[in-house]
């Protein structure tokens, strides 16, 4: 009997280890679990899914956007980088190194990229090199041949049009200078604290649709609050309530300014990657050593440290991916026309990257699940076009807002990646005028300029190297609990 009583007690306690979670325990969940829970499967307002975009972005298209990135065409970039803040009038510079930018001597950018600012034949750079020069004067000279005349009015009135989604620099102005991206990479600078918070509360507190009411989840500057090591690292119960509103809130818009609000959040959580992909992990006398900081992306987008908010950046990041990609598929034909040339004055290597530019978007275009923009302004025609308007200015207002950083690499990446954002929302709405454009020479109704492509380009660039990294982060991140 007392054999038959300790074999059954010996049973039931097993089965109480069982369930008390110390035998047969689940395990953990991984840091790559926490931060990837909600970057997979389908994405929202879309038909796509992320696995495909990891494929397509990793395996086929990075490798050779990068060789493409890495020409002179597309590494000499001129910015303005001394305008001042339209917005207030003190700004904090930042005065360590790493927030410094490399300028170029002017004999080390190609001459073809200093005297062409458009990038068709050789001859037709000629003829736009005239355009400008009498655009500089203020008037349209008499003396100028007819086509000149014609051209210099065209592309005036094209720079006063309302496609433009940016304010861009004026790049015939003394402090405007050409920076040579490569020497100048995206990543972690140390800018951060309230003078970095106040740009992006801006952007979002007054450039996304968002009434003053609708409190932001995880905004540094909103009281209740506990700031740690420039992060928002811990808030009072009563936000949990400010998110379940603020995404009450974000559901009930339509569709266009949902898509504003996700673009806007896609690029900072972007720029976010960069940072922790490429952080200063040491800095002796001897050498700095650049490296992924699993903890920096951690306090960034682990699902518990940011309250859930982190992952629905990420995966508002694979949005703004599809949204570049489908403006680059719509645009190839403005790139496919014969007297186009990526002009650098190198015609040798001028033709191969167009070779190659071309090989690209070609692979973009037959990505199988592009973005759909055919449901997006497509109600009453005056609301369109109201709605289109609204969207256009806040994005301007955005583009005004990185005069007002104070890295100036920050600043210099920030114009960058928004004038690409910008020429990126021109091209998708300007499909009529892609489809009517001239098979040769100067196209006046549509038009990109050099900084545009350069803009459009690397801004892509970014997005898709960090569709890239977050494949690195999540094999990092993968053993850690």
Same mark, same amino acid.
């Given at each position: 009997m007392d054999h038959r009583w300790g074999f059954l007690i010996g049973f039931l306690g097993a089965v109480g280890l069982l369930g008390s979670g110390h035998g047969g325990q689940q395990p953990p969940e991984t840091a790559a679990q926490r931060c990837f829970c909600q970057v997979s499967g389908y994405l929202d307002d879309c038909t796509c899914d992320v696995e495909t975009i990891d494929k397509f972005n990793n395996y086929r298209l990075f490798p050779r956007l990068q060789k493409l990135l890495e020409s002179d065409y597309f590494r000499y970039y001129k910015v303005n980088l001394k305008r001042p803040c339209p917005f207030w009038n003190e700004i904090s510079q930042c005065g360590r190194r790493d927030c410094a930018v490399k300028l170029c001597q002017s004999d080390e950018v190609p001459d073809g990229i200093k005297s062409a600012s458009y990038k068709y034949s050789e001859e +037709? #750079? #000629? /003829?736009?090199?005239?355009?400008?020069?009498?655009?500089? =004067?203020?008037?349209? @000279?008499?003396?100028?041949?007819?086509?000149?005349?014609k051209a210099v009015l065209q592309w005036t009135k094209h720079d006063d049009s309302s496609d433009n989604f940016c304010e861009a620099d004026d790049i015939q102005s003394p402090d405007a200078e050409y920076v040579d991206l490569l020497l100048n990479?995206?990543? !972690?600078? $140390? !800018?951060?604290?309230? @003078?970095?918070?106040?740009i992006w509360n801006v952007i979002y507190e007054e450039n996304c649709f968002k009434p003053q009411t609708i409190k932001r989840p995880l905004n540094p500057l909103a009281s209740g609050h506990v700031l740690e090591a420039g992060k928002s690292m811990i808030k009072v119960p009563a936000d949990l309530v400010h998110e379940n509103t603020f995404y009450s809130w974000l559901e009930g818009l339509c569709v266009e300014k949902r898509a504003f609000y996700r673009l806007i959040? $896609?690029?900072? +959580?972007?720029? #976010? *990657?960069?940072?922790? +992909?490429? !952080? =200063? /992990?040491?800095d002796t006398w001897l050498e700095k050593i650049w490296g992924h900081n699993i903890t920096e992306f951690q306090q960034r987008f682990d699902g518990i440290l940011t309250e859930g908010e982190g992952p629905r950046r990420l995966k508002n990041l694979y949005f703004l991916y599809l949204i570049e990609l489908r403006a680059l598929?719509?645009? *190839?034909? &403005? &790139?496919?026309?014969?007297?186009?040339? /990526? &002009?650098?004055? %190198?015609?040798?290597? @001028? +033709?191969? %990257?167009?070779?190659? =530019? /071309?090989?690209?978007?070609?692979?973009?275009?037959?990505?199988?699940?592009?973005?759909d923009e055919n449901s997006y302004f497509a109600g009453d025609k005056k609301e369109a076009n109201k709605l289109k308007e609204d969207f256009r200015l806040h994005f301007r207002n955005i583009s005004r807002i990185m005069d007002c950083v104070g890295c100036l690499k920050c600043r210099l990446w920030g114009k960058l990646q928004?004038?690409?954002?910008?020429?990126?929302?021109?091209?998708?709405?300007?499909?009529?005028?892609?489809? %009517?454009?001239?098979?040769?020479?100067?196209? !006046?109704?549509f038009h990109l300029t050099r900084q545009e492509i350069v803009s459009l380009f690397n801004a892509f660039g970014r997005i898709s190297t960090s569709v890239k990294e977050l494949e690195n982060f999540r094999n990092l991140l993968q053993n850690i609990h």
């Open positions: +037709a #750079n #000629n /003829l736009i090199e005239e355009c400008e020069q009498a655009e500089r =004067l203020g008037a349209v @000279d008499e003396s100028l041949s007819e086509e000149t005349q990479p995206e990543r !972690y600078t $140390g !800018y951060k604290g309230p @003078d970095a918070w106040k959040s $896609g690029l900072h +959580a972007s720029i #976010n *990657v960069h940072l922790s +992909a490429r !952080y =200063l /992990l040491q598929s719509k645009v *190839v034909p &403005f &790139f496919e026309r014969q007297d186009f040339q /990526l &002009f650098t004055g %190198n015609k040798v290597q @001028d +033709a191969e %990257n167009k070779m190659l =530019l /071309l090989e690209i978007l070609h692979e973009i275009k037959s990505f199988p699940l592009h973005f928004t004038q690409g954002l910008g020429t990126a929302l021109k091209i998708l709405f300007s499909e009529k005028l892609i489809a %009517n454009m001239p098979e040769s020479g100067p196209s !006046y109704e």
